[in-house]
């Protein structure tokens, strides 16, 4: 398939030289690699950039106007982070190709309205800004919480047809597979060395995951991902990764890993950047059975689901027995679901659907909802079907991206082992 446009209407292959929400959604490991979208931490003011020699374009130590200066994760806020989110915007909108970032998915299933609304969306956005992005399939993560890793080749393959069918433009970003990167993941090995047990152990988001895990026991894959992550992020020197609330821990220990780096092997040069945190302000959607949207309980409309599914996903939606609809988070968490749905993806409030409806019930809920749901998945649908004839230009996209985070992380690991004298 050759020529098909890039989702700002240059073909691809060409390289290249609000709606009031409900609280945020709680990322989970189960879901997504890193959560993205929204706002930001303040960087240590020895935050380094890409070593453009090594790994392409990005900002470096000696450009001091690509930060501005501002305390450690650590000792912010939630709140402070998210009014820093602003800063951070202005300075991707000044000059985005300061910027580089990390995000991806696991491969555990196709890709739903939850993940478009609270990570895609974004993604498309910051690359169309000009951001540099890095998106990983986290292959080898998919074994943290489980014991074998199903459907493995379908999945990677679903993921990317999500990613091109959404407007992930491979010839402006790099989407590749945690196994294809050997570099990577042998970067995990002095990064361990950098953190102690007990910061592992004390890692909250861990120990939520730990206890939601379907293994009987803890693998040590588990206990250590947050390390794999810092291997993930520091890989390609990332400045900027969005994450969840719940994420920052990880991110924080990144940001350890990089400054403890630097300091034991840097000899006075910052070999790794202290990523900062682009922290998600996405809305969540309720699943159609009211909980939490999930690949994994089959509640959610998929990317990929054709307009007919999407309308039997969401006449069976849970509501309640109120006849008129009101916009209300608080006590009718179902319908403002819904509304909330309908409203992001007709670009408006959701108060004002709910005005729309007034008293005409469940049932003229639904059927907004399900209309605008299908007119907004149409141009992805018809995108993701066209992709989906082409399994060849699929194994393709992955193979260039592969390729291209080899050349990256094999010219970090070089540099890590130059500055630990093990080049022999």
């Given at each position: 398939m050759r020529n098909r446009a890039a989702s700002d209407g240059r073909p691809l292959g060409v390289p290249w030289s609000r709606a009031r929400a409900i609280p945020a959604a709680r990322s989970t490991h189960q879901e997504t690699f890193l959560n993205t979208t929204g706002q930001t931490t303040g960087p240590d003011t020895s935050v380094s950039g890409p070593d453009t020699s090594a790994s392409g374009p990005g900002p470096s130590a000696s450009d001091p106007g690509a930060f501005a200066s501002g305390p450690s994760t650590d000792t912010l806020g939630v709140s402070a982070a998210r009014a820093r989110s602003a800063t951070l915007e202005k300075l991707i909108l000044e000059n985005p190709g300061r910027f580089r970032v990390l995000t991806g998915d696991r491969p555990t299933g196709r890709l739903h309205l939850g993940h478009y609304f609270g990570t895609l969306r974004n993604r498309v956005r910051l690359q169309n800004l000009g951001v540099e992005m890095f998106v990983i399939i986290a292959d080898y993560q998919v074994l943290t919480d489980r014991d074998v890793a199903d459907n493995l080749t379908e999945h990677v393959e679903e993921l990317v047809l999500d990613?091109?069918?959404?407007?992930?433009?491979?010839?402006?970003?790099?989407?590749?597979?945690?196994?294809?990167?050997?570099?990577?993941?042998?970067?995990?090995?002095?990064?361990?060395s950098l953190v102690s047990v007990a910061e592992l152990n004390r890692n909250p988001t861990v120990k939520d995951e730990i206890a939601h895990s379907r293994q009987s026991a803890v693998s040590g894959l588990m206990f250590t991902y947050p390390v794999h992550q810092a291997a993930d992020i520091l890989f390609c020197k990332a400045n900027l990764v969005p994450v969840g609330q719940d994420q920052l821990p990880h991110l924080e220990l990144t940001r350890t890993v990089a400054r403890r780096f630097n300091d034991r092997y840097g000899s006075g040069t910052a070999v790794f950047p202290q990523p900062d945190a682009l922290l998600s302000s996405a809305p969540l959607l309720l699943g159609t059975d009211g909980t939490k949207m999930s690949k994994s309980r089959g509640n959610a409309v998929t990317l990929a689901a054709d307009a007919d599914e999407t309308a039997r996903l969401i006449k069976g939606a849970k509501t309640d027995p109120e006849r008129h609809i009101t916009y209300d988070p608080a006590t009718r968490p179902e319908v403002s679901s819904l509304l909330l749905l309908a409203a992001l993806c007709q670009d408006r409030p959701p108060?004002?659907?709910?005005?729309?409806?007034?008293?005409?019930?469940?049932?003229?809920?639904?059927?907004?909802?399900?209309?605008?749901?299908?007119?907004?998945?149409?141009?992805?649908?018809?995108?993701?079907?066209?992709?989906?004839?082409d399994r060849a230009y699929l194994r393709q996209v992955l193979r260039e991206g592969n390729e291209r985070a080899r050349g990256v992380a094999d010219a970090t690991l070089a540099e890590v082992r130059t500055a630990m004298n093990s080049r022999y």
């Open positions: 990613y091109l069918a959404v407007g992930v433009d491979p010839a402006r970003g790099t989407i590749f597979t945690h196994s294809a990167v050997p570099a990577l993941n042998q970067l995990m090995l002095p990064f361990l108060q004002e659907v709910a005005a729309d409806i007034g008293s005409a019930g469940a049932a003229a809920l639904k059927k907004i909802v399900t209309e605008a749901v299908n007119e907004c998945l149409a141009p992805i649908r018809a995108r993701r079907a066209e992709y989906a004839r």
